[in-house]
C-alpha cells in the first residue's frame, strides 16, 4: 500500500503504509565496531576524537589510540557511542523513525516537527538506515565501521492500525485488554493522562488516558497502546494524522531479545521473526486469557443475578448494574462492555423467555438514566480491537 495523503477538510492527511505487518521503531544498536579513521589529527582538533591525559587504556587502531567518539545528533540516528568502558570498547547506536512530511505538504510555521513516525520499519528499512550512517560517518569524517556483528540491545515492536470512532471510545476495551496479560510478567500499570478528573460513577469518567503502559521493570519488557493520531497530531499539526491505535512491545535489554526473537545479531533476524513474535506475544498473553477471563466474568455475574433476583430487593436490577459499576471503579477492569453481553447469561438462569425480555427492558432503562456507559457499544470496540491487533491478512 502506498503512503498517499488525502486532502481532508481541507487539511493533508497522512495515511499508514502497513496495518499487518510487525514493524520495528525506535532501537538501540550495539556490536558494532569502528576499524580505521582517515585523519585522526583533524577529529582530535574538530573535537570529535576524545583522548584523555592519564588514561592507561585506549581503544587501539593502526594510526591512533583514543578514549572515545564524539557525534553530534543527526538526521540518521540520535545517539552515537563509542568509548573504552570499564569492560572494554562500549558502543551504542540510538535508532528512531524520521519520516519526512512530503515537500509539497509544508507549510512554514505551520508543522512543530517536519517528520513523523506514523510508519515503522521491515528489516530492510533498518538495514538501509544503518548502511546510510556507515556511508555518512566514512564522507563526513573519514570513520570506517563494521558492522557486521551488530546486535539489538532495546527494540520496539510495534502494530498500528486505524479505529473506526475517536480514541476516548476504546478507554474500557483497552482496560480490559491489558488486564488480560499473565501475571507471571510482572508487568505494572504506568498510565498517562492528559487530563484525569476522577467522578464517583463509571457513566461520568472523564478519565482519559493518553497511553496505558504495563511495564516489567528490570525483568526487560513493556507492553503499551497509546493514541497514535492524537501524538502526533500534538507534534506536528492539528488534524494531520487519523484516528489510530499502536499496540507496541518493547524488549529492553539483550537477554529479553534473544529470549523472544532467538537472537539478538540483526543479521539473523527477519520481518517473519518479528511478527511471529509480537503475534506470539498477543495470542498467549491476551487471546489465551481472553476465554478464561469471560468464563470467570459470567460465573460471577450468574451467580449475582440469582442471589439479587431472589433477594426482597424490588429495585435488584438497579442494585445489580450498580454494582458492577461500584467494581469496575474500584479496579479500574470492567466487568460488563455492554449490557447486550448479559443475554446469554440470563438464558442460563431459570427465568422464562417473558423474564428474561423484562429483566433486559428494565435494564437498559436504568443504564439510560444511571449509568450509559453500558449502552455505548464497548464489546463491538473490543471485538474491532481483537480482530486488528492480531489481523489474518
Known amino acids: 500500500m502506498r503512503n498517499l495523503s488525502l486532502i481532508h477538510g481541507g487539511i493533508a492527511l497522512i495515511q499508514i503504509r502497513n496495518q499487518i505487518d510487525a514493524l520495528i521503531d525506535k532501537t538501540v544498536l550495539t556490536g558494532f565496531t569502528i576499524t580505521s579513521i582517515a585523519d585522526p589529527e583533524k577529529l582530535l582538533t574538530d573535537g570529535i576524537l576524545i583522548v584523555k591525559n592519564g588514561s592507561s587504556k585506549k581503544i587501539l587502531l593502526e594510526n591512533c589510540a583514543f578514549d572515545s567518539v564524539i557525534l553530534p545528533e543527526s538526521s540518521l540516528f540520535d545517539r552515537f557511542v563509542y568509548t573504552y568502558g570499564p569492560h572494554g570498547v562500549y558502543a551504542e547506536l540510538d535508532l528512531s523513525i524520521h519520516e519526512p512530511l512530503p515537500p509539497e505538504e509544508l507549510e512554514e510555521a505551520s508543522y512543530k516537527k517536519p517528520y513523523h513516525n506514523l510508519n515503522c520499519w521491515h528489516m530492510r528499512d533498518l538495514w538501509h538506515r544503518i548502511k546510510c550512517i556507515v556511508s555518512q560517518l566514512y564522507s563526513l569524517y573519514g570513520i570506517t565501521m563494521d558492522v557486521s556483528k551488530i546486535k539489538f540491545r532495546y527494540i520496539e515492536i510495534n502494530r498500528t492500525f486505524l479505529i473506526k470512532d475517536s480514541y ?94 532467538k537472537s539478538n545479531v540483526v543479521s539473523d533476524i527477519s520481518d517473519e521473526d518479528l511478527n511471529q513474535c509480537l503475534n506470539a506475544f498477543i495470542r498467549d498473553n491476551i487471546y489465551g486469557q481472553y476465554p478464561k477471563r469471560i468464563q470467570l466474568r459470567d460465573q460471577y455475574l450468574q451467580t449475582l443475578l440469582k442471589k439479587l433476583s431472589k433477594s426482597d430487593d424490588r429495585y435488584w436490577r438497579k442494585t445489580f448494574l450498580l454494582e458492577l459499576m461500584h467494581q469496575e471503579t474500584k479496579s479500574h477492569v470492567p466487568l460488563l462492555l455492554s449490557l447486550d453481553s448479559l443475554r446469554p447469561i440470563l438464558q442460563l438462569t431459570d427465568r422464562d423467555r417473558r423474564s428474561r425480555y423484562d429483566t433486559m427492558k428494565s435494564m437498559r432503562n436504568v443504564c439510560a438514566r444511571h449509568c450509559t456507559i453500558f449502552l455505548r457499544g464497548d464489546q463491538t470496540r473490543l471485538d474491532e480491537l481483537l480482530q486488528k491487533l492480531l489481523p489474518k491478512g
Open 168 to 261: 476516548d471510545l476504546y478507554e474500557r476495551p483497552i482496560e480490559l485488554l491489558l488486564s488480560l496479560v499473565r501475571p507471571r510478567l510482572r508487568l505494572k500499570e504506568h498510565d498517562f493522562f492528559s487530563a484525569d478528573h476522577h467522578t464517583e460513577h463509571v457513566s461520568q469518567y472523564q478519565r482519559r488516558p493518553a497511553t496505558f503502559i504495563k511495564d516489567s521493570g528490570k525483568n526487560g519488557i513493556s507492553v503499551k497502546i497509546y493514541d497514535k493520531g492524537a501524538q502526533l497530531n500534538q507534534t506536528v499539526k492539528d488534524r494531520i494524522f487519523p484516528n489510530c491505535i499502536r499496540f507496541e512491545l518493547t524488549l529492553k535489554t539483550p537477554r529479553k531479545v534473544r529470549e523472544y526473537l
